[in-house]
């Protein structure tokens, strides 16, 4: 399973995350949304093998911590989406399909 591309329309907006908004649904520490917006990284499917970080050019993500969540304890969260250069390397490098890059949403 991939990441919901239609996530903004399917999902609700429940927290912010150091400036980034959270999209439900949430229960921790098993279900941890999707996190971002023209970046986003479905914490659920996100398995931190760290390629994303590896890869972009801009530094958008950085680890946090996931105690507990079943598939991995830690995740690439997209804490500086706003220095997306659209080049997709993150999608391309994910081997779960954890991250969506819309250059048409802000």
């Known amino acids: 399973m991939a990441i919901d591309p239609q996530f903004h329309e399917n999902r609700e907006k429940v927290d ?3 400036g980034h908004d959270v999209w439900g649904p949430v229960d921790e520490p098993e279900k941890l949304g ?4 023209h970046v986003a990284v479905d ?3 996100c398995i ?3 390629a ?3 890869d972009c050019p801009v530094d958008v993500f950085e680890w946090v911590d996931s ?3 079943p598939e ?3 995740k690439a969260d997209p804490a500086n989406e706003a ?3 659209d080049c997709m390397l993150c999608v391309d490098v994910c081997p779960v399909d954890a991250i969506d890059v819309d250059a048409g949403r802000a």
């Open 72 to 74: 991995s304890e830690r």
């Open 34 to 37: 999707i996190h971002g917006t």
């Open 16 to 18: 912010t995350h150091d």
């Open 67 to 69: 105690p507990d969540h």
């Open 83 to 85: 220095q997306c250069i």
């Open 48 to 50: 931190a093998d760290g």
């Open 52 to 54: 994303c970080l590896e």
């Open 43 to 45: 914490f659920d499917l």
